[in-house]
Every structure is written in structure tokens, then in C-alpha cells.
């Protein structure tokens, strides 16, 4: 009797033949046929992830405002604002193509986010990106510089965006791009630059061309390191962008503003109480423009809003209540490790008084957090007896104490 050949089921090569023969009930398959069928699959998991990057989940603006309080507090004026432009962003590319006798084409409206240092700018516009599952990209304003110069070219913010979805350029031409810090690319004064403004003024002229939508050239590992790379062409036309900034001194312009009509006229009339210690809820474009944004620029961002400063409550929801509350992330931390962290009620306080006294905002919660818990992060994992940790006032002042941001000289 003839001894049966093993052989792969899928190509028919012999056991001879191959490195190895997986052996299954009834079939076999060989290493060739293995990894072939890996690389089917990759290919098709990565179409399927390049189809869902195309597919955007708008929601209606009180859905997007929801899903924005379960991780910012606070801010509703804002996210209102932030909530009915991007839903009218998304409805508008998301609509049938305009038929030749409907002449309405409705224009993008890219969003200005006016707020002190640390009161949840970046956040917003994270939070709102990941809601609609399309790619979101961070620039940071201050390294641009005109194209030519040291420094990064305007194009450059593009390149991350390309990136961040993973070079599919129809998914990235529906993203989200936030530039930080727009206050620091601001000309030298309100008249026109007589000197060449490399990083102010040129770079808002650099930045039109993006904000306005046209066809741009992108280089996709950054132009300047890899100059023989080939191009892609994006199409910013349905790209939202959103600006951030502290515009340092801009209530003093806003101020101006709102007391310059003390004579003609209008004097006498009653005029609105004028809330003093936030100026910059009553930020204007003509407040931008003269702060050092040039016109063209205010233009191509006509939505405006402002983020209150945080106060001492919203400070201390900040610490609790979000999905991403810091306390639930030290706790899941410590978890890891099988150690039960909780925290005194006068901690929290200690923590809120400590970043409003040092000014540092909600981002210096985690710096405080950080100095206290550290030694704790330190020593516990490796001290397998210890299953509790209960955080005490005393314990937090001591560690404080210890930290450099306790050295910190308060302004």
C-alpha cells in the first residue's frame, strides 16, 4: 500500500517542498500559503480602516454640546459656538454636489478660540475630532516662519494631517486642523510691516492660501530634509481650522474699545454693565485686527469665541468629574499595581488653591497631582504589603513642598 503524500490543500505543494506544513482536520496548509493570506488580510483591514476615515458620524449641535461636557467643564458659551460651526461645516461638505441652477454655495467657517493659558482650547477641538472620527492635527503657530527661511513652512501643518491619516489624502482633506498660539504670529502694529516680518506678518500671508481653500502641494515627510520626495496635492477647501491663542493683552484693546464713546451723541444714554474681570467675552474681530491679525486673515475666521478663565469650582469638577477626570486616571493607575488610591476632600481644595495661586490654569492640576503622588509611584509598586493609599492633606503639603513648582515666585 502506497503511503499518502501530505501535500497543502490550498497550492498543492509537497511537505518536501515546503519549510513547514501545518497540519488541520482534514487539510493542510504550508508557510507559502501563510503568509500570502497574511498580506490579503492586511490589505483588506486597511481598506476597510481607510473607508471608516471617509465615513464622518455628524451629530446635531445639542449631541455634539453633550458629548463635550462628558470632558470639558464648563466653557458653554464656547462650546455652543464650536458646536453649530462644526455642525454646519460637516453638513455643508457632506451635502449633494450644488446643482448648476442653485447658485447658493455655502463658504467654510473657520473657528478663533480667544482664552487664557490652560483653559481647555486644545481640548475642545481634540474632543470634537475624536467625536467625528476624522483626522485632527496640532500646529503650533510659533516654529512657521515664510517659506524660505529657518523655521517650518506653512505647508508643514498639512504634512501632519497627511499623517495622522495615514496618508489617505481624501480623509484628510475632511480633517481638522488646530493652530496654537495664532497671538504669537501677530505683526508688530496695527499698519502694515515696513520691514520683512519673516514670522508674523509673512506667515498669516502664508496661512491665507490654506484657509481659504485651495489646491496645495505637500510634501510627505516634510519639505526641507527631503527635497527629492514626490508631492501630494491636497484640497484645503474642506479642511476646518481652528485657532487658538491667549492674545496677551488684548483686554486692554477690548476695554478701549468699550470706553472710547464717552462723548456725542450717545452720551448720557445707559450703557451695559461692563464685567471687568473678563474682558474677553466681549472679543470682537476689530479687537483681532487691531491686536495684530492681519484683515485678511479675521476674514477667513469669522466665528469668535472666548473661554472663561477658570475659577476655583470648575477647577475642582475639572479634578472629578470628566470621563478623563485626573483623579480616575491616578486611581486607574495606582489599580494597575493593586493599590486603592482615594483623596481627602481637603486635597482637592489644597490642589485648586495651589494652580490658581501659582496661575497655572487647568494644565498645572496634573503638574501638583504629579509632585504629590510621584514619590508614591516610586516606592509602592515594589512594596507588595501596601494594598491602600488614602492621599491626606498633610501627606499633599509635605510632597508639595518638595516640588519646584512650590519655588515658583507668584506674580
Do not use: W
Not at 483626522?135 to 501632519?160: C, K
Not at 472710547?260 to 467675552?281: C, F, H, P, R
Not at 494597575?336 to 490658581?356: C, E, G, P, Q, R
Amino acid at each position: 500500500m502506497t503511503k499518502k503524500i501530505e501535500r497543502c490543500s490550498f497550492c498543492g505543494r509537497e511537505k518536501s517542498q515546503t519549510n513547514v506544513l501545518i497540519a488541520g482536520l482534514d487539510a493542510h496548509i504550508c508557510d507559502y500559503c501563510v503568509t500570502q493570506a497574511q498580506t490579503i488580510i492586511k490589505e483588506e483591514l486597511s481598506s476597510k480602516t481607510k473607508n471608516q476615515l471617509l465615513k464622518i458620524e455628524l451629530q446635531k449641535p445639542i449631541e455634539i454640546k453633550k458629548h463635550i461636557d462628558q470632558y470639558v467643564i464648563g466653557q458653554d458659551e464656547a462650546k455652543k459656538i464650536l458646536a453649530v460651526a462644526v455642525y454646519n461645516h460637516y453638513k455643508r461638505i457632506t451635502q449633494e454636489p450644488v446643482k448648476k441652477e442653485d447658485d447658493v454655495e455655502i463658504e467654510k467657517s473657520n473657528i478663533i478660540l480667544v482664552g487664557e493659558t490652560g483653559t481647555g482650547k486644545t481640548l475642545l477641538a481634540r474632543t470634537i475630532a475624536r467625536m467625528l472620527k476624522v483626522p485632527f492635527a496640532i500646529a503650533d503657530a510659533t516654529v512657521l516662519t515664510e517659506a524660505g527661511y529657518v523655521g517650518e513652512d506653512v505647508e508643514s501643518i498639512l504634512t501632519r494631517l497627511l499623517q495622522v491619516a495615514d496618508y489617505n489624502v481624501a480623509a484628510a482633506e475632511k480633517g481638522i486642523i488646530f493652530i496654537d498660539e495664532i497671538d504669537k504670529i501677530s505683526r508688530k502694529g496695527d499698519n502694515p510691516s515696513i520691514t520683512r516680518d519673516v514670522s508674523g506678518e509673512g506667515v498669516q500671508q502664508a496661512l491665507l492660501k490654506l484657509l481659504e481653500g485651495s489646491v496645495v502641494n505637500v510634501a510627505p515627510q516634510g519639505g526641507r530634509k527631503h527635497p527629492e520626495q514626490k508631492m501630494i496635492q491636497i484640497n484645503t477647501k474642506n479642511i476646518l481650522f481652528i485657532a487658538g491663542g491667549a492674545f496677551d493683552g488684548i483686554d486692554k484693546l477690548i476695554a478701549s474699545r468699550l470706553k472710547t464713546n464717552v462723548i456725542g451723541y450717545s452720551y448720557g444714554k445707559e450703557k451695559k454693565a461692563v464685567d471687568n474681570d473678563n474682558m474677553l467675552q466681549y472679543v470682537a474681530p476689530p479687537d483681532l485686527k487691531k491686536f495684530g491679525l492681519i484683515p485678511e486673515i479675521v476674514g477667513r475666521m469669522p466665528v469668535v469665541t472666548y473661554l472663561h478663565p477658570l475659577k476655583r469650582e470648575t477647577l475642582k469638577r475639572i479634578l472629578t468629574e470628566p470621563k478623563n477626570a485626573l483623579i480616575k486616571q491616578y486611581t486607574k493607575l495606582f489599580e494597575m499595581d493593586d493599590i486603592a488610591l482615594t483623596f481627602d476632600n481637603k486635597v482637592m481644595d489644597f490642589i485648586v488653591d495651589k494652580s490658581l495661586e501659582y496661575k497655572l490654569g487647568a494644565r498645572g492640576l496634573r503638574s501638583i497631582l504629579e509632585g504629590i503622588l510621584n514619590d508614591a509611584m516610586f516606592d509602592l509598586p515594589s512594596d507588595e504589603k501596601i494594598k491602600k493609599l488614602v492621599i491626606t492633606l498633610p501627606y499633599a503639603e509635605e510632597k508639595f513642598e518638595k516640588t519646584n513648582i512650590s519655588k515658583l515666585k507668584v506674580a
